[in-house]
């Protein structure tokens, strides 16, 4: 047993009804307490869906416990009336697992024309990622049926999915791409696919997979068993977009040219053809990342920490296509952890790479390199609050604020752009930089106000505060103005030194600096947006120095040690 | 005996929380206490979706995870996290409250709890279970587990303890409403350290400001030979008018707010004018529904229906009193409402925070119960807020152009859902 105040990735059953929400005329029934249909909430806020999401809960109460009251094939009788769904998944939870009921029987009894399949989702053994690949690979396996394929060349497009990271824009992106191609799309899955769509699978050419977590076995086993041809790479950046459109063009060619009345072979258009006017570069970032105000990125450092898919298409990204140095990476799906460590080879050495489901040791690894770029989750963000760090995005789980309006993909050429942006804006200033390093705040002092968190997650809206408001600010300025109470630790120190659960040895002994009255006037002098940083690296410079007070003396000497 | 209300009860198969995320105001409320849930991941992916903003201010709520190697064990070992709670964030008490897993596993809580408590740092069981409570209800159990700790009265002592947590700001306007009328205030339960508990004897008032707080206002008289007192609840005009003049009547004190409620309504007179005569329909899950029901009933609505989690005949028996011919559900099958809503058009659907998108989607003027948990609606004071939640949404939707009426503007949203039927005619 362990502490526990974060998880990267959420529960089996809500991996069920990720796939559930994203298909048509299918449903997920929880046996489950009736608290457990929370994770609704997370799709009607956050995709803010205009209908109700494909599940309901079976509730399982207390007194009926006692009593022996089973209400599941009922509740399956009103889903169907109410819903008239091709299939309902039936999944236990994490307390009614234990009771170890046959649901089978009990789905049976119901007597429903629709199909009833009971899905062994073992909270304790699965959570999120492996229940949706697992159900849909299972789902796939079910339906999919033998049949001749299309007369042109076509895809299937596996992996999108309700509440998939960005999965809407990437669609767009990749039905641009095959539009471009002159390739039919055959069915996409589970986004907005029937059980008749999954039936039709084995008529494509080609089965594209770009989802590590999601759609990827569903691929290999249509190639196994159908003999559908499967490409698994995510086309993140432009460098894998090309090699991906080229592997693209050449397997669609190599089916179409087993067909006894072949089609003329594709061809690769012009590569104008794949931006937005048809007539300029299908992505600025090859031209942006060579322009003079991105020299000064070239020695800004990332961390990158996400999903396997997300983590290792975003390294190779900064690295390749905007020179960035990675001071280290890693994922939350502990699964996937040596895929994505020999994704990376030469990219990440074994030292600097994290696999861990363990928010406080990704915390603290983020708080002991402090990077100039962390790209993260929505939980990276908090870390780098914490730290005065800029963060973007780059995988789930999300918050609010990643689900925007615009069309903001991560893959194809529109998706490299995307990221890019996403990186200049986050990290902001090239030349002004320089220039407010140069002649100190500009006059921006006046701006300086303490962080504060937008109030925002799904259920705690904006009334939150109404309850105890000074308890609110209070508790978020703390870690933020780096001004802790005497005796105790400040801000970034108290994490890394005190959390238990970190495996990382901490530097020791742990002396907490103080500032004198004319070293906090020199810090005033630093640009308030990066002062922070200053503190907490002028802090740790004094630490591996046995420096217990920081005058004005020290910081310079700091200064010139760090060479800032 | 409390007269006779007519309510319905359903199967409950509609959409709601467990009573864990009452943690995400308590930890605030009792600013020295920990939350300690015994639970599984389950658990912290709810309260992560639900409180996600506070992992920021180092929360002073955590999960005890249980995961599959202590599925065996009889009794979960938390000594060491406790031991560490204690070290990093000094609480005064620990609240260690049960979930729906470790109540199937058979958990002896009352005994784990004990095992770990100190007197320096008493760690107490709090019933939380989602097999068994819902939403605000553990609110109830976190009160009862305070008892013991709250200092004996005297039977002479003869001052009125305010019962349920609400904000400072809130607790400031009652204060001051009872020092105005000359009632003797002894405090609040919770108060906002533990150690500031209010003394409760056979001399004390218990004025409840909560509906959802049943169970441990019978366990006050029960152990302490309190008096609860029995009135509406604080919201609104009507509702601050007999809490207090019900209040001030056990102190012998005859007092007359007629002309404070008249004063009040007229102040909220935009939103009333608005309100009048518009059906509207309850179907949340905080259980505020009873007094907000009543309440805007006597602003001038039609309350189509008011279904909330539980009905109390005793406790709410006031209330029930003032929703005579409103159809009351408890329990209720959302299924039902949405075809009672279809039926019967609502210009207005209370709602809890889960269903609130997708009633939009389907037409609905929809506001999200939830928000009326979070805002400061009590008293005199929290008047014009209550209204204009309920006023805000009504506004806001006539204000909007009428583009969102058509699908179109919501095609390709939810990929399982290409169309959607709207419940509203025209």
Known sequence: ?564 | MPPKAQFTREDGIYHSFCGLVSVGWLYQKIKDSFFLILGTHTCAHLLQNTMGVMIFARPRFAISLLEEADLSSAQPAIADQIAEITREHHPSVIFLLSSCTPEVMKVEFEGLAQSVSTPEVPVLFVPASGLDFTFSQSEDSVLQALIPFCPEAPPDDKRVVFLGSVNDAIADDFLFEASRLGIPVAGFLPANHFHELPPIGPGTIIAPLQPFLAKVANQLTNDRGATVMSSLFPFGPDGCRAFWEDLAAHFDLKVDLSEREAASWARIKEHTDLLKGKKVFLSADTLLELPLARFIRAAGAEVLECSTPYINRRFHARELALLDGVRLVEQANFERQLRSIAEEQPDLVISNIITANPLIGHGVVAKWGTEFIFSPIHGWAGVNTLVSLFTRALRRHARLDPLGNDPVWMAGVMPGAPEIIPLTRG
């Not at chain 1, 956050?46 to 399982?60: D, I, Q």
């Not at chain 1, 009103?78 to 009771?99: F, G, K, M, W, Y």
């Not at chain 1, 796939?140 to 049926?145: P, S």
Request: glycine share 8%; charged share 20%.
């Open chain 1, 1 to 564: 047993m362990r502490l526990a105040y974060w998880m990267y990735e959420g529960t089996a059953h809500h991996g069920v009804a990720r796939v559930m929400n994203s298909m048509r005329k299918t449903h997920a029934v929880f046996h489950a307490p009736q608290g457990d249909g929370y994770v609704n909430t997370i799709f009607t806020m956050l995709e803010r869906t205009p209908g109700f999401p494909a599940m309901t809960t079976s509730v399982v109460s207390g007194t009926d416990l006692a009593r022996g009251t089973l209400r599941l094939p009922e509740t399956l009788r009103q889903v169907e009336a109410a819903q008239h769904p091709d299939l309902i998944v039936v999944v236990a939870s994490c307390s009614t697992i234990l009771l170890q009921e046959n649901l089978e029987i009990a789905a049976h009894q119901s007597g429903l024309a629709c199909e009833v399949m009971v899905y062994d989702a073992n909270p304790y053994r699965m959570q999120e990622t492996a229940a949706a690949e697992g159900l849909f690979t299972e789902l796939v396996k079910k339906y999919a049926t033998s049949q001749p394929l299309t007369p042109m060349p076509s895809v299937n497009i596996l992996g999108p999915s309700s509440l998939g990271f960005h999965a809407r824009h990437d669609l767009i992106s990749l039905r641009r791409i095959f539009k471009t191609l002159g390739v039919a799309v055959n069915v996409v899955a589970p986004w907005g696919a029937s059980v008749d769509d999954l039936r039709r699978l084995p008529a494509a050419w080609l089965t594209i997979a770009p989802y590590r977590e999601l759609g990827r076995l569903a691929a290999e086993y249509l190639e196994a068993q159908f003999g559908t041809a499967a490409l698994c790479d995510a086309p993140i950046g432009v460098q894998p977009t090309l090699r991906w459109l080229d592997a693209v063009v050449e397997q669609l060619n190599t089916v179409g040219a087993r067909l006894a009345v072949p089609p003329s072979p594709l061809k690769l258009p012009p590569l104008t053809e794949f931006s937005l006017d048809g007539m300029s570069a299908p992505s600025n970032v090859p031209w942006f990342a060579r322009t003079a105000d991105m020299e000064s990125f070239s020695g800004k450092k990332a961390f990158v920490f996400g999903d396997a898919t997300h983590t290792v298409g975003v390294t190779k990204f900064l690295a390749d296509e905007l020179g960035m140095p990675i001071a280290g990476a890693g994922t939350y799906l502990v699964k996937e952890a040596d895929w994505v460590r020999s994704q990376l080879q030469g990219y990440v050495s074994d030292a600097d790479f994290l696999a861990t489901d363990e928010f406080q040791q990704v915390a603290d690894r983020i708080g002991q390199l402090r990077p100039e770029l962390v790209c993260g989750t929505q939980m990276e963000r908090h870390t780098g609050r914490r730290y005065d760090l800029n963060v973007m995005v780059i995988s789930s789980p999300t918050h609010i604020e990643n689900h925007l309006l615009a069309y903001r993909p991560f893959l194809g050429f529109d998706g490299a752009d995307v990221i890019a942006d996403e990186v200049s804006t986050t990290c902001t200033l090239g030349m002004e930089k320089h220039l407010i390093d140069m002649f100190g705040d500009a006059g921006l002092e006046l701006v300086e106000s303490p962080s504060v968190p937008s109030a925002d997650p799904v259920l705690v809206s904006n009334g939150k505060a109404a309850v105890a408001p000074v308890a609110v600010v209070a508790d978020v300025v703390k870690p933020t103005n780096g001004h802790a109470p005497e005796g105790q630790p400040s801000n970034g120190v108290a994490s890394s030194a005190g959390a238990p659960t970190s495996g990382q040895a901490t530097p020791a002994p742990v002396v907490n600096p103080v500032w004198t009255a004319d070293g906090e006037a020199m810090l005033k002098k630093i640009p308030f947006f990066v002062r922070g940083r200053a503190r907490g690296n002028i802090e740790k410079y004094a630490r591996e120095h046995g420096i217990a007070t920081i005058t004005a003396e020290v910081l310079l000497a700091a200064k010139e040690h760090l060479g800032a």
